[in-house]
């Protein structure tokens, strides 16, 4: 996804009077636009068609719970019970819900499909309203498409 239509880093040449190396910033907002595009589709609730390759920091079972995160349909929900049983991990329930807290991309790791297994939204890092918003938005289009 690096090539033109990005900020990117130049040689970075002599250091600065700080030590740091200085670096030059190059505008390309081709691939921006369509970075922006993707995170504005998700946002929707819309697929993005647009397979974006992530460099996500976390513990390796942070990165399995991001990755059974993914494999979650937009429109439908499952449990941190569901996510936890997926991976064949049932009594790590809470550990599935501390991963979705530390994600660090939650449109592209979409942690707001996780509900509690009484339905209820359960916690959201970015606002309980965003989360509920994000589902109605995905149910919408989900209906919309049949």
């Not at 239509?5 to 040449?13: E, K, N």
């Not at 030590?19 to 691939?31: F, N, T």
């Amino acid at each position: 996804m690096l090539g033109e239509g990005r900020a990117r880093r130049g040689d970075p040449g002599p250091s600065s009077a700080h030590g740091a190396p200085r670096s030059e910033l190059r505008r390309c907002d081709g691939e921006l636009a369509d970075v922006a595009a993707f995170v504005r589709a998700l946002a929707e609730g819309r697929s993005a068609g647009l397979d974006l390759p992530l460099d996500v920091r976390g513990t390796a079972f942070q990165a399995r719970v991001w990755e059974a995160l993914r494999q979650i349909p937009a429109g439908t929900t499952r449990s941190y019970t569901q996510v936890a049983g997926s991976m064949g991990t049932p009594t790590a329930v809470r550990a599935v819900a501390n991963a979705c807290g530390a994600n660090p991309v939650a449109l592209v790791v979409p942690c707001h499909r996780v509900i509690r297994t009484d339905g209820s939204l359960g916690g959201y890092r970015w606002g309980i309203e965003v989360k509920a918003e994000l589902l109605r938005r995905e149910a919408a289009q989900a209906t919309a498409e049949v």
